[in-house]
């Protein structure tokens, strides 16, 4: 069982290059999320799934997009990556069944974009 | 806007001492978490307490609740240099998107 995992661990991307941050899971978790983080803003909310095929805009949903063809997976992408997408990107994932359950985040991806 | 926002922004104490860390937030909830992050990686679940609950322990945590004044309160007693990290509150809100809401987060800071 290993949780939530996310790749890559550290991306440099150039402004207007794409890209995905890749998120698996393997505790048949129903609610999938990504959050991300800046410095002094604590975690914002991106995309979000309650189950295979369904997905919706967070906080932030701006300059991404997601999809979640299984229930394991939920990738992110970046359309045209631009310097304030610079950030830490956490995936995370919790059983949906009932509000109360804590979520379990992957270990972070830190993208630069120059 | 930041659903929970967490007080002090930056604590620095001596090991030994307890540590008050403090969260407010604006709507109702069902629930809120606090969180533990260490530097560099992802958050860590610490403890949950429900709407209905005012007080919850575990080990060396206590946490308060008082949804009239919807706020709520870590407290780490007999603090070690191990438990340096950023903590965060998050509150699950009763209406709305089913996602946990996050703080700024408070730094602590424990010198050994």
């Known amino acids: 069982n290993a949780g939530v995992t996310q790749t890559p661990k550290f991306q440099v991307l150039k402004t207007g290059q794409s890209m995905t941050l890749q998120c698996a899971q393997d505790m048949n978790h129903e609610y999938m999320s990504w959050y991300r983080q800046d410095p002094g803003m604590g975690l914002r909310l991106i995309h979000y799934?309650?189950?295979?095929?369904?997905?919706d805009q967070g906080e932030v949903p701006n300059g991404y997009n997601v999809s979640r063809s299984t229930t394991e997976d939920f990738p992110l992408r970046l359309l045209s990556a631009a310097p304030s997408q610079t950030s830490v990107y956490f995936c995370?994932?919790?059983?949906?069944?009932?509000?109360?359950?804590?979520?379990?985040f992957g270990e972070g991806s830190w993208l630069t974009v120059v | 806007s930041q659903q929970g926002e967490e007080d002090p922004q930056a604590l620095s104490i001596q090991e030994g001492e307890n540590a008050t860390m403090n969260c407010s937030y604006k709507t109702s909830i069902n629930n809120l978490q606090w969180y533990r992050q260490n530097s560099g990686r992802g958050l860590v679940h610490l403890i949950l307490?429900?709407?209905?609950?005012r007080e919850k322990h575990s080990g060396r945590l206590r946490v308060t609740l008082d949804t009239s004044k919807k706020s709520s309160s870590l407290l780490i007693t007999a603090s070690r240099a191990a438990d340096t990290a950023s903590y965060f509150c998050a509150t699950d809100e009763e209406m709305g998107r089913r996602a946990l809401t996050f703080g700024s987060g408070t730094r602590l800071q424990v010198q050994p």
């Open positions: 307490i429900r709407s209905n609950e």
């Open positions: 995370a994932s919790r059983v949906d069944r009932a509000r109360g359950n804590t979520i379990y």
């Open positions: 799934s309650v189950g295979a095929g369904i997905t």
